[in-house]
């Protein structure tokens, strides 16, 4: 099994490093067509099996973008990588819509990252073909054509007949999402032949995992998603919607409905993972008018430098949606993205906007990832109000709050900042007071104590979370600024 490639970018020398790079890690990446324009590449893609696009956003002629958009469609399983600047912020929201897998910064391109990206894509693609192989002997069904049943009844019913199901009495499904870690494709497999009962149908689209049960009685039904819900499921960090059990095989679609909707209440609550849509359409309305009013004045807090009203605010928000009825869990997943978006454009309002920084919607999860977001903008405007620093210094200090936990030097913040180390260093001490090193001593120290206090963390794991490779030295430099030794201060914090 090969990854076959596709390079497109109007830089020669972009084109060429890539090239080279991907054929010097040898099988099984293929580079099938290297082109210097987004028209090329398409013929390109026409004519092969390909796997990975690797495109440049803005081009002569055809963008990226545009080109993704064509082919996005017509063959849904390439993975699209993008290479970008800084300079490309205002294109990357839309990439990320278009189903991108990674950026590529041309000003940062290694060797590394490039083999670690083509690596995970392949594993992703040995995934694919696996449940590919599967469901060529095994049951699946095609979501998209049970969702749209109205438009075809016949087809649809001719779909069940086919899936040998029309005639059956009962029907049930599961939705997953935050699933991608689990194959349940594999595991709905090796159930169905461990218990011999092939009435189970998986598949997988969109965000979400489906699991169908169908049976001529409710029990049987009951037990085989018991199963599911207590033993594969339950322990997972995933959210899981549970249809009604239904007697009408033309209301399929709206049991998938049901489910998905569950699933998604996974955004109010990490703490509970599988939601029945009996119990959540009996959760009251939000109070859309309520929220309104708080968004409005939260954003006017913001905006008006009343960071303390604002923190009130937040906290208000993450407890007055509690679970949603049905009718409310998309639209206030969409307000408290919504939330995060304005805060992000108030906070780039006066900065230079990066790719490296910015929100990116996909990863958002849950209401508290919300939340924290928010939080962590406010903190960031509230410091750089507070101290006034110059752009350079403010710029800098994001850059450490960014990337404490790495393996950061002042000589590389300096770079970034197109200073000479020394300049840097006499600024940085003049306007923070503390020294480069000291700061992010205490930076990443005052981490450790918040983890110390919150977390279940063993000392070892908080070492190295906030960028410590040596257990044993980061216990030596906590004593030392802290006065205490982080197990005295876990000690002190039960």
Known sequence: MKLNIVIVDDEAPIRDWLKYRVRKLGEPYEVIGVCKSAQEAETVINSGEVDVLITDIEMPGMTGLELMSRIKNKYPTISFVVLTSHADFSYAKEAITLGTVEYLLKSELRAEELAYLLNKLFKEKEASEKDKLWSSNRQSFDVSLLKS???????????????????????????????????????VRDYTERVNYDVIFYSAANEYDYILFFGQAKSKISGHMEYWLSDELVNENVGVGVSELGSDMQMIPEYIKQSEISAKIYFYSSKYTIYHYKQIEKNSLLPRNEIWRLYKETLFSLKTQKYELVKDYLDEWQSIFGFPNPMDVLWGIEMSIKMVLAFEEHYYSQREKTLENMVNINNILTLNDCISLCAIMLEKIDDADKHNYSKRIEEALIFIHDNYNKDISMVEVARKMHLTPEYFSRLFKAEVKDSFSTYLIMYRLNKAEFLLANTDMTISEIAYEIGYSAPGNFSRVYKKYKGISPAAARSNDL
């Open 149 to 187: 049943s109205s438009e075809s009844p016949s087809e649809y019913n001719s779909y069940l007949s086919k899936m040998g199901v029309l005639d059956a009495a009962y029907c049930c499904v599961l939705s997953v999402i935050n699933s991608s870690d689990l194959n349940i494709g594999n595991k």
